[in-house]
C-alpha cells in the first residue's frame, strides 16, 4: 500500500528525517511513535506530499509521489495536530463546504455529512459554531473533514493532542472503528495511546528508525534487562544467590520481602533466551519449595526509553 525507500528530510544542515524505509499494508494501523522533535511529523507531512523529501522515494498504490502527487493524495484524509477549521462557521456548514471542495454530488453529500457524524459522534454540535465547540468536538471535526472523500488511508498527527482523557478514550474508539476499513498512521508520544490502539509500531529516534514490528513482537524481542520474580520456602538469600547467579543471563537478584518464611526475589536478566528453564534446574537439586515463578513483560515504556536514550 505504502513504500518509502531511504526517505530523507533536510531543514538547511538539520537532518531532520534520516534515510528512513518502511512498508505499510492495507488494513493496518500503524503508530509513529517518538519524542518531540524525532521527525514524526516531518515523515506524514512528506507521505502526504505537503512536503518534498530532500531524498529517498514515496510509492502509494504503485503510485509515485513525485510523478502522481495528486493520485496520492486523492487517496489519502490528513489531520495535523490541530485541526485548521473556520472557528465562526457552523460543523454542519463547514463539513458541507469542505464536501463541495472535495467534489461530492448533491445526492451524496448530505448522506455523507450525516454518516461522518454519526461515525465521528457530532451529530448534537451539527448546528453550533465551531468556535464554541470543546477542543475534543473540534477534533472529531477535522476527523469528518479527513474523511469526507472516504479515503483509503488516514493520517493521523497528535490525534488526542490536548484532550481530556474522556475524550482520549472516544477518539480512540473511533480510530479503531475507522481502522477495520482503511489504513490509518498515526503519530505520537502517548505510549498508551499506541498500545491502545495500533496493531504496528514505528519507533523513530532521532530522524531514525529504531524499531518496527507488532507490539508483542518488540516486547519479546527487545534487548533490553527484563525481571524474573520468585516466591520461595525454605530459602535463605545467599544460597539462593550463589546458585542462581550462575546461571547466563542472570546480571544480579534483589530481595523483595520476607514474610512468614517466604523469601521473594527479583532476577534482573539480559538475555535473548527463556533462562526459566535454567532456573528451574536449578531448584531441583535443592530442598525449596517454589511458591512462585513468573517473568515480568517487557512494558512498551522501557522499550522506549532503552531506544531513545539520547546517547
Known sequence: MIHAENLTKYYHDLCAVDQIQFDIQKGEIVGLLGPNGAGKTTTLRMLTGYLRPSSGNIQVKGYNIEENPLEIKKLMGYLPESAPLYH????????????????????????????????CGISRVMHQPIGECSKGYKQRVGLAHAMMADPEILILDEPTSGLDPNQIVEIRDIIKRIGEEKTVILSTHILSEVEATCNRVIII????????????????????????HLSLKNAEMSAVETELKSI??????????????????????????????????KMKNTDWLLLELYQ?????????????KEN
Open 88 to 119: 465562526d462557521m457552523l460543523v454542519y456548514d463547514y463539513l458541507n463546504y469542505v464536501a463541495d471542495i472535495r467534489g461530492l454530488d448533491e445526492g451524496r453529500k448530505d448522506k455523507r455529512i450525516h454518516t461522518l457524524a454519526d461515525l
Open 205 to 228: 529516534h532521532q530522524g531514525k528508525i529504531v524499531a518496527d514490528g507488532g507490539m508483542e513482537t518488540l516486547k519479546q524481542s527487545a534487548g533490553g534487562e527484563y525481571l524474573i
Open 296 to 308: 515480568e513483560t517487557q512494558s512498551l515504556e522501557n522499550i522506549f526509553r532503552e531506544l531513545t
Open 248 to 281: 547466563e543471563g542472570v546480571i544480579r537478584l534483589e530481595r523483595v520481602d520476607v514474610n512468614g518464611g517466604h523469601l521473594s526475589v527479583k532476577l534482573v536478566c539480559r538475555s535473548t533466551r527463556d533462562i526459566r528453564e535454567d532456573i528451574y534446574v
